[in-house]
């Protein structure tokens, strides 16, 4: 094990520097994945994981330059097992965010999952406990490891919440039901308003999720639809659509559409452009994103991927402020080398992004468009190390 483990900390050494030709040469590949296999399954009941993005990024502001440097964008250690048949637990917490606990589900944000799954039967599934909600789309779908750059939307939802799911499993097909909290906090410590807004006694979120295999695996479905009671009078309404469809053996393209509807501003976009310390009301959010793969060979992975995403206030009381806020365009494009397996991989990518804010906007807030630029050389790992 102390040899895997410097195998490891010299694999990632040579990475972070931007050697990829280097670390084949110094190190064995083929002993460190021979290693990797050998890490079986030894128990049932106990496995642990770690998930981990380290990348050294070039960062330009339109055509001039910013800096570099070395950042850990992701880590997240997982634990999991299946404690008698049947009934499951998994827990994954983030090592770089606070630990202080949320006054309401009483676990901090960096709990992503600490739930337990009981199959009540051959294909129906009851989930407890903090849990990923079970919103739709592929972007939102993926380990956050292998996410790039988030749209707008995934960025800023929260996402990890507590209650209980409930999946049948028919075929290819799967269909989940789930009710959660609608926040992890209290609602004067979520929002901020003008008015006074009373809480609801049924703060809950309800999800419909349907996860589709359609002929024979060449289109699959990520499908949802929420709703979930932010206030005694004030909801928000999402929908997410993701859809995916195989071209051939080597490539595959994804589409997300997510339209979140919001009577108050649960994403916190809009409200953090007005700066005047209140959360907007009547938000309307739309993303959609694309996003082509192509595997050359079991080596290397090539895509590209496209996002638009808009931000629409309709309660603007300002009259000098129109309804439109902003608009926002991101284009990546990026190579993944696989040394040894897909959960191993070295990524080389560009993002591109910009946001375009609306003149009322640049005119009586002070908020100027602008063009980023990042490229970015980094090592992704989710390995199993027990």
């Given at each position: 094990?102390?040899?895997?483990?410097?195998?490891?900390?010299?694999?990632?050494?040579?990475?972070?520097?931007?050697?990829?030709?280097?670390?084949?040469?110094?190190?064995?590949?083929?002993?460190?994945?021979?290693?990797?296999?050998?890490?079986?399954?030894?128990?049932?009941?106990?496995?642990?994981?770690?998930?981990?993005?380290?990348?050294?990024?070039?960062?330009?502001?339109?055509?001039?330059?910013?800096?570099?440097?070395?950042?850990?964008?992701?880590?997240?250690?997982?634990?999991?097992?299946?404690?008698?048949?049947?009934?499951?637990?998994?827990?994954?917490?983030?090592?770089?965010?606070?630990?202080?606990?949320?006054?309401?589900?009483?676990?901090?944000?960096?709990?992503?999952?600490?739930?337990?799954s009981i199959d009540l039967a051959k294909n129906f599934t009851v989930t407890g406990g903090k849990q990923c909600t079970a919103f739709g789309g592929y972007e939102f779908d993926l380990n956050p490891i292998d996410v790039y750059q988030f749209s707008d939307m995934v960025d800023n939802i929260t996402c990890f919440l507590t209650g209980v799911d409930f999946a049948y499993q028919m075929d290819d097909q799967q269909f989940r039901f789930q009710i959660v909290n609608s926040r992890n906090s209290s609602?004067?410590?979520?929002?901020?308003?003008?008015?006074?807004?009373?809480?609801?006694?049924?703060?809950?979120?309800?999800?419909?999720?349907?996860?589709?295999?359609?002929?024979?695996?060449?289109?699959?479905?990520?499908?949802?639809?929420?709703?979930?009671?932010?206030?005694?009078?004030?909801?928000?309404?999402?929908?997410?659509?993701?859809?995916?469809?195989?071209?051939?053996?080597?490539?595959?393209?994804?589409?997300?559409?997510?339209?979140?509807?919001?009577?108050?501003?649960?994403?916190?976009?809009?409200?953090?452009?007005?700066?005047?310390?209140?959360?907007?009301?009547?938000?309307?959010?739309?993303?959609?994103?694309?996003?082509?793969?192509?595997?050359?060979?079991?080596?290397?992975?090539?895509?590209?991927?496209?996002?638009?995403?808009?931000?629409?206030?309709?309660?603007?009381?300002?009259?000098?402020?129109?309804?439109?806020?902003?608009?926002?365009?991101?284009?990546?494009?990026?190579?993944?080398?696989?040394?040894?397996?897909?959960?191993?991989?070295?990524?080389?990518?560009?993002?591109?992004?910009?946001?375009?804010?609306?003149?009322?906007?640049?005119?009586?807030?002070?908020?100027?468009?602008?063009?980023?630029?990042?490229?970015?050389?980094?090592?992704?790992?989710?390995?199993?190390?027990?």
């Amino acid at each position: 094990m102390m040899n895997f483990k410097k195998t490891l900390i010299a694999l990632f050494a040579i990475i972070a520097i931007g050697g990829t030709a280097m670390a084949q040469n110094a190190l064995n590949l083929k002993a460190l994945e021979d290693k990797i296999a050998s890490l079986d399954q030894k128990n049932d009941a106990f496995n642990f994981y770690i998930n981990l993005q380290n990348s050294a990024n070039t960062y330009f502001n339109s055509d001039d330059y910013e800096g570099i440097d070395f950042k850990t964008n992701q880590l997240r250690l997982e634990m999991r097992g299946e404690i008698v048949k049947g009934v499951r637990y998994r827990v994954r917490q983030r090592m770089n965010r606070g630990t202080t606990a949320e006054n309401l589900d009483n676990l901090s944000t960096a709990t992503d999952i600490a739930s337990i799954s009981i199959d009540l039967a051959k294909n129906f599934t009851v989930t407890g406990g903090k849990q990923c909600t079970a919103f739709g789309g592929y972007e939102f779908d993926l380990n956050p490891i292998d996410v790039y750059q988030f749209s707008d939307m995934v960025d800023n939802i929260t996402c990890f919440l507590t209650g209980v799911d409930f999946a049948y499993q028919m075929d290819d097909q799967q269909f989940r039901f789930q009710i959660v909290n609608s926040r992890n906090s209290s609602l004067s410590d979520e929002y901020k308003t003008a008015n006074n807004v009373e809480s609801s006694k049924n703060a809950l979120g309800y999800t419909l999720n349907w996860n589709g295999n359609l002929f024979d695996g060449i289109v699959q479905t990520r499908w949802s639809y929420s709703l979930f009671q932010e206030t005694k009078e004030m909801s928000t309404n999402l929908i997410a659509l993701g859809t995916q469809v195989k071209l051939g053996k080597k490539a595959q393209i994804q589409f997300d559409w997510m339209n979140s509807n919001e009577d108050i501003d649960t994403k916190g976009i809009v409200s953090g452009m007005i700066n005047n310390g209140m959360s907007a009301t009547d938000v309307v959010y739309n993303s959609l994103i694309a996003k082509i793969d192509y595997r050359l060979n079991k080596k290397f992975n090539m895509f590209v991927k496209g996002m638009y995403e808009t931000a629409t206030n309709d309660g603007n009381k300002d009259e000098n402020l129109d309804d439109e806020f902003r608009k926002s365009y991101a284009y990546m494009a990026g190579v993944e080398f696989h040394p040894i397996a897909d959960d191993l991989k070295v990524f080389f990518t560009y993002t591109g992004r910009f946001f375009d804010y609306e003149s009322s906007i640049t005119e009586n807030l002070g908020i100027q468009d602008q063009h980023t630029n990042r490229l970015s050389l980094g090592l992704i790992y989710r390995l199993k190390m027990y």
